[in-house]
């Protein structure tokens, strides 16, 4: 192996291990000067190997840093600590998804010069700190798991509800919230056995038994809690922080501020959600002539199909009086309330929705902090850091009668963004709500 003029040789230097929500430098030490060389990273993820590059030059004394240097070419553009990750790209066939929370593998990485290796590290990228628990909530009543921090407690306690995908929240971003301190409720709505099959009419009271359930765990601290929900999940989120007094902190990643139709693409009106047996006061959606025949056009074409234009049609052409019932009552939450959207949303206006929100809060003079993070260059597809960002623009989705290609919207670099200041905004909102007030 080549060594500098001392004798020294090349070295790559990053953390042997971090979670995977903690930013880790890559450096070059002791490199020749002023010489270009290939950083190049793998690592495994859901099954499938992802693969990335940057291409730097060291300085004089062999020196460079990927968190302060743009790549001279590469898979990223910008100077940024995590673009080796964020940029990665599948390599081979797309596999099945997982949803693991234990570490998915390591990050390899090798820098080479002239086609020859000089150096290389390994860093694993852990979902959970040591010590976190996950186990599943024997309650007949509710399908759940729950995550624990290390320690006795008692930990603030967090509610995660996840989207139209239905099934349990995302696991990962349970685990880590665990890894934060937070006894994380990880809760199933519809779409799993012991659940509504559809999006349509689930009883918010089985939302408030959740609540009540985490409220009473032995090791979550008295309320308040907390609530974080993606996507429809967002719009659950506000909902029950408006419903129920021991809920005081919302994130409410890609929401809507009204509640809509339960099934956006499918004959298969009325709300989402019900109360006392009773559908919620909603905004229908109604998609136009030969829709079906425009989704399957697209997905045989492999083209991604807009379902932005369905919610705004909707919002357009109900009634004043039914849209204000299906108005969610922001104001009556009690607590820390975070937005957080993209400003390229291409599959409903969470923007424009959470704008609307956000005025509800001024007019009424909202005594507790709030805001909204909107992310120009994002899309609908926000997630926990730092992933591979470089398929979200679109996301394939089976629906009853026929499968679907959605636009997400959003581009790599404006999701590895999103990602980490979102992620930023939630930890802040939960600790504010539920640790420091």
């Known amino acids: 192996m080549p060594t500098d003029a001392d004798g020294t040789d090349p070295t790559l230097l990053a953390p042997d291990h971090c979670l995977l929500d903690e930013r880790f430098a890559v450096r070059l030490r002791d490199f020749p000067p002023r010489r270009t060389v290939t950083v190049r990273a793998r690592f495994p993820l859901d099954g499938a190997m992802w693969a990335s590059h940057a291409v730097v030059r060291t300085d004089t004394d062999g020196r460079a840093d990927l968190g302060e240097q743009a790549p001279l070419a590469g898979t990223y553009g910008r100077a940024d ?5 964020w940029s990665a790209r599948r390599v081979g066939d797309r596999p099945a998804a997982s949803d693991r929370v234990e570490s998915d593998g390591n990050v390899s990485l090798t820098a080479s010069l002239d086609g ?3 150096a290389t590290a390994t860093v694993e990228r852990r979902f959970a700190s040591s010590g976190v628990t996950r186990r599943r909530v024997a309650d007949s009543d509710l399908v759940a798991e729950l995550f624990e921090p290390p320690g006795t407690g008692p930990h603030p306690g967090v509610l995660l509800l996840g989207g139209s995908s239905g099934g349990f929240p995302s696991r990962r971003a349970a685990s880590l919230l665990a890894s934060r301190g937070f006894a994380v409720l990880a809760l199933a709505y519809f779409g799993v056995d012991g659940r509504p099959s559809r999006l349509v009419e689930v009883p918010l009271e089985y939302i408030d038994g959740a609540v009540g359930w985490l409220a009473d765990a032995g090791a979550v601290a008295d309320p308040p809690l907390g609530v974080v929900g993606w996507s429809r999940g967002g719009e ?3 909902l029950t922080g408006a419903r129920c007094d021991r809920v005081r902190a919302v994130v409410a990643y890609v929401p809507s501020s009204v509640v809509f139709q339960g099934n956006a693409v499918t004959e298969d009106p ?3 959600w019900a109360v006392d047996g009773d559908p919620y006061p909603y905004v229908p959606l109604s998609p136009p002539p030969a829709f079906r025949l425009r989704a399957g056009y697209h997905w045989l074409r492999r083209t991604p199909l807009a379902l932005r234009p369905l919610f705004e049609r909707g919002l357009r052409e109900t009634p004043d009086a039914t849209l204000d019932a299906a108005t969610i009552p922001v ?6 309330v975070q937005f957080v959207t993209g400003g390229d949303d291409r599959v409903w206006p969470a923007p424009d929705l959470a704008t609307r929100a956000m005025a509800r809060l001024d007019a009424t003079e909202y005594p507790h902090r709030y805001g909204h ?3 120009p260059g994002a899309g609908h597809d926000i997630k926990v850091p730092s992933h591979p960002t470089t398929e979200r623009a679109t996301r394939g989705m ?3 009668g026929f499968p679907l290609l959605l636009a997400m919207g959003g581009t790599p670099a404006g999701y590895a963004r999103a990602d980490r200041l979102a992620w930023d905004r939630t930890l802040d909102t939960l600790r504010h709500g539920l640790v420091e007030e």
């Open 331 to 336: 104001e009556e939450i009690g607590g820390p």
């Open 81 to 85: 600590a995590m673009g080796l990750v």
């Open 270 to 272: 009325g709300s989402a």
């Open 236 to 238: 659950l989120a506000l």
């Open 116 to 118: 020859r290796t000089l």
């Open 373 to 375: 993070l909107r992310v």
């Open 398 to 400: 089976a629906l009853p």
